[in-house]
């Protein structure tokens, strides 16, 4: 089975922050990684898929890269409304969510 | 507008049954790949099952700590996704979504999720 394993659990950070969040496959995936944003209460949303691609209607200020097995998202300026946890999930074989990462406004 | 609406969740003591149901509109539904996802409260998401589109056969796929237990079913004619789940657990007990895939078959990204409903496995 393919384990991701997703970095920081947690990070706080102010508004225009840029922000990182990681994520790494326990094999090689290619480019089949997908990023998702949960706000409390709500249904996971498609942020970024195929490493980079991002989904329509997504903001430009989120971006996603590769290198290898390790998969970034990147925010590049922290807005108010970017609160809620952000999940990796690997679609190479099966499927497999990384642990999220919860991320707070200052 | 894809739309994903699950039903059927509620409370069940240990060892019971329920069937998960969710009806979909905007898309044509045989073409994808659809599957439930469950997350257990205060904790991260989990892949339980998915069955492929027409294109892709119809397979079938469960995660380990499902198989043998739920049972995952489509009706292209209702555009209903279904999920029977017996024998259940106290560590069942999580929201579950049904998710659109964004292919017919094999693995694929969720494009669309429902809203989640409620699993209680409680005595």
């Known amino acids: 089975d393919i384990q991701m394993t997703q970095s920081p659990s947690t990070l706080s950070a102010s508004v225009g922050d840029r922000v990182t969040i990681t994520c790494r496959a326990s094999?090689?995936?290619?480019?089949?990684l997908a990023w998702y944003q949960q706000k409390p209460g709500k249904a996971p949303k498609l942020l970024i898929y195929k490493a980079s691609s991002l989904e329509s209607g997504v903001p430009s200020r989120f971006s996603g890269s590769q290198s290898g097995t390790e998969f970034t998202l990147t925010i590049s300026s922290l807005q108010p409304d970017d609160f809620g946890t952000y999940y990796c999930q690997q679609y190479n074989s099966y499927w497999t969510f990384g642990q999220g990462t919860k991320v707070e406004i200052k | 507008e894809v739309h994903l609406l699950e039903s059927g969740g509620g409370l069940v003591q240990p060892g019971g049954s329920l069937r998960l149901s969710c009806a979909a509109s905007g898309f044509t539904f045989s073409n994808y790949a659809m599957s439930w996802v469950r997350q257990a409260p205060g904790k991260g998401l989990e892949w339980v099952s998915a069955?492929?589109?027409?294109?892709?056969?119809?397979?079938?796929y469960y995660a380990d700590s499902v198989k043998g237990r739920f049972t995952i079913s489509r009706d292209n004619s209702k555009n209903t996704l279904f999920l029977q789940m017996n024998s259940l657990r106290a560590e069942d007990t999580a929201i579950f979504y049904c998710a659109k895939s964004m292919t017919g078959g094999g693995a694929g990204y969720f494009d669309s999720w429902g809203q989640g409903i409620l699993v209680t496995v409680s005595s």
């Open positions: 069955v492929n589109g027409d294109s892709g056969g119809g397979s079938i």
């Open positions: 094999q090689r995936i290619s480019s089949w």
